[in-house]
């Protein structure tokens, strides 16, 4: 069972580049998240999507944008990267009629340097 | 609002002696309430969640946890402590009922000494 898929798994970008983050699961979950995650501080809640074709804001959307491509797909795109960006993001994905907005399943991460 | 504190950053104990992770929470309504586990390099885990059915919750790798409503605590504890279980350890919180998104600890990396 590949569960949630992340990719890419590293990245280094230079301050002011774009690029898209990847996420797919295959359990045919419902809702979809994004977390980032720095030392210290635990996971924030970046974008969270309850269905397809709804998106919503969590705790520290500035500078993010997502799409909610299909059920299977839910990508994380940073349109100027700052190096405050710099972090590791996970994805993760839950069932529904599971308590809401709790991730089950969890991405392994993408580690993401902005220099 | 709700908030959850995981007293120690650090926590190193010795292969085979129990294991204790800290967890205090602040909730204004009763409050639904998880251990994660994140190994080097991978996503969290979810080892356990309380969902206010019994306040003694176990979980996988033979983890418990207790809830305790007068302490606003939900500690999480191993009998025996394994190579295995070095790790780092999230405690997270919502709120029961409703439509609110999960706060999660800063963490706690357990380090197991053989």
């Known amino acids: 069972n590949a569960g949630v898929t992340q990719t890419p798994k590293f990245q280094v970008l230079k301050t002011g580049q774009s690029m898209t983050l990847q996420c797919a699961q295959d359990m045919n979950h419902n809702s979809m998240y994004w977390y980032r995650q720095d030392p210290g501080m635990g996971l924030r809640l970046i974008y969270y999507s309850a269905s397809e074709g709804t998106t919503d804001k969590g705790e520290v959307p500035n500078g993010y944008n997502v799409s909610r491509l299909n059920k299977r797909e839910f990508s994380l795109r940073l349109e100027s990267a700052a190096p405050s960006q710099t972090s590791v993001y996970f994805c993760?994905?839950?069932?529904?009629?599971?308590?809401?907005?709790?991730?089950?399943?969890f991405g392994d991460g993408t580690r993401l340097s902005i220099l | 609002a709700q908030s959850v504190t995981q007293l120690g950053s650090h926590v190193s104990v010795s292969e085979g002696a129990l294991v204790l992770l800290r967890c205090n929470y602040s909730?204004?309504?009763?409050?639904?309430l998880f251990w994660y586990v994140q190994y080097p390099n991978q996503g969290l885990q979810l080892l356990l969640k309380y969902t206010s059915a019994a306040t003694l919750v176990k979980g996988i790798n033979g983890f418990e946890a207790e809830f305790k409503k007068s302490e606003t605590s939900f500690h999480l504890t191993k009998p025996s402590a394994h190579m295995s279980d070095a790790a780092e350890y999230f405690c997270?919180?919502?709120?029961?009922?409703?439509?609110?998104?999960?706060?999660f600890g800063t963490g706690t990396k357990l380090q197991v000494i053989p």
């Open positions: 993760a994905s839950s069932e529904l009629g599971q308590i809401k907005n709790q991730p089950q399943h």
């Open positions: 909730s204004s309504v009763p409050p639904y």
């Open positions: 997270a919180v919502t709120l029961s009922g409703g439509y609110q998104k999960v706060t």
